[in-house]
T-cell receptor, first 119, second 114 residues
Framework: AQKITQTQPGMFVQEKEAVTLDCTYDTSDQSYGLFWYKQPSSGEMIFLIYQGSYDEQNATEGRYSLNFQKARKSANLVISASQLGDSAMYFCAMREGYRSGGSNYKLTFGKGTLLTVNP | DTGVSQNPRHKITKRGQNVTFRCDPISEHNRLYWYRQTLGQGPEFLTYFQNEAQLEKSRLLSDRFSAERPKGSFSTLEIQRTEQGDSAMYLC????????????FGAGTRLSVL
């Protein structure tokens, strides 16, 4: 089974509008971390936002927010007021604990969503 | 404030040659990771160092791959007798040893094996 599922291969959004990128995860651990990264065409993976499994509040970082629904095992990224520079691949990733055979440090990534922001 | 640095950015080599990549992590980070990313996929974990100790190696890391972090600072990843299937982006990341373990990545080394 996929640990991280990103069901949207590609998304389009109009500049200045908000967009939601979907991510569902699979783990039996109680303690885990969820991450979103942005990868422009240059290749660098840029850290955007982190959500711990025990965090009660949804994480926010500037225009990025993470809609964390623990019971549904989803961690969707919301980008508000999209900008042309937001066009990139977006990856959801998870760090599991030991119960699921994880290591508590390595990340497992989804296949990504290619976001295109139209002017 | 310098981020993770990787060299070279691009490497083209012929099949059968050896290649070595270098990663300089963020200076106060004692954890260092290597990942491999092929076209259309997310990065896949290869190996992990805590200071100079290599604590885990993925099954993806065949005997032709070796990674070192001799003084707990920079790291090298060597691929011997390269094969066309080794063509990929090799990403290095580093993190603090804390509960969040947020990994910061370098720009990667893109390897093309002809």
């Amino acid at each position: 089974a996929q640990k991280i599922t990103q069901t949207q291969p590609g998304m389009f959004v109009q500049e200045k509008e908000a967009v939601t990128l979907d991510c569902t995860y699979d783990t039996s651990d109680q303690s885990y971390g969820l991450f979103w990264y942005k990868q422009p065409s240059s290749g660098e993976m840029i850290f955007l936002i982190y959500q711990g499994s025990y965090d009660e509040q949804n994480a926010t970082e500037g225009r990025y927010s993470l809609n964390f629904q623990k019971a549904r095992k989803s961690a969707n990224l919301v980008i508000s007021a999209s900008q042309l520079g937001d066009s990139a691949m977006y990856f959801c990733a998870m760090r599991e604990g030991y119960r699921s055979g994880g290591s508590n440090y390595k990340l497992t990534f989804g296949k990504g969503t290619l976001l295109t922001v139209n002017p | 404030d310098t981020g993770v640095s990787q060299n070279p950015r691009h490497k083209i080599t012929k099949r059968g040659q050896n290649v070595t990549f270098r990663c300089d992590p963020i200076s106060e980070h004692n954890r260092l990771y290597w990942y491999r990313q092929t076209l259309g996929q997310g990065p896949e974990f290869l190996t992990y160092f805590q200071n100079e100790a290599q604590l885990e190696k993925s099954r993806l890391l065949s005997d032709r791959f070796s990674a070192e972090r001799p003084k707990g600072s920079f790291s090298t990843l060597e691929i011997q007798r390269t094969e066309q299937g080794d063509s990929a982006m090799y990403l290095c990341a580093s993190s603090l040893d804390d509960s969040k373990n947020i990994q910061y990545f370098g720009a990667g080394t893109r390897l093309s094996v002809l």
